[in-house]
């Protein structure tokens, strides 16, 4: 079994900072790569930012130069995002995701998703 947990969402105003973070637990040795989703609702999710094994990162249009992920273990078990500069535009559930797990040797491709943490920008 391997669990996703994320923390850190909440209620900012306009132009404040959040940071989430995400750690997984179970039969995990790594991730090939770990992001963040973000859904409002009625909408489909958006893939906003990603950090591959290795360093490699991704960001939607919508959030770079603003969003910022990171690993403190090159994408083995945990994610963060530091969003900056947020906006009400930037309102929606947050959802870590995980995808490529390595476990003593053996491949899986299942994808793997948070329960989801709730990010409002609004004054």
């Known amino acids: 079994q391997v669990q996703l947990v994320e923390s850190g969402g909440g209620l900012v105003q306009p132009g404040g900072s959040l940071r989430l973070s995400c750690a997984a637990s179970?039969?995990?040795?790594?991730?090939?790569?770990m992001g963040w989703y973000r859904q409002v609702r009625g909408t489909q999710r958006e893939l906003i930012a990603h950090?591959?094994?290795?360093?490699?990162?991704?960001y939607s249009d919508s959030v770079k130069g603003r969003f910022t992920i990171s690993s403190t273990d090159d994408a083995k078990s945990t994610v963060n995002l530091q969003m900056n500069s947020l906006k009400p535009e930037d309102t929606a559930v947050y959802l870590c995701?995980?995808?490529?797990?390595?476990?003593?040797?053996?491949?899986?491709?299942?994808?793997?998703w948070g329960q989801g943490t709730q990010v409002t920008v609004s004054s």
């Open positions: 995701n995980a995808s490529g797990r390595w476990y003593d040797g053996t491949f899986f491709s299942t994808q793997y």
């Open positions: 950090v591959s094994r290795g360093g490699g990162t991704y």
């Open positions: 179970g039969s995990i040795d790594r991730f090939n790569g």
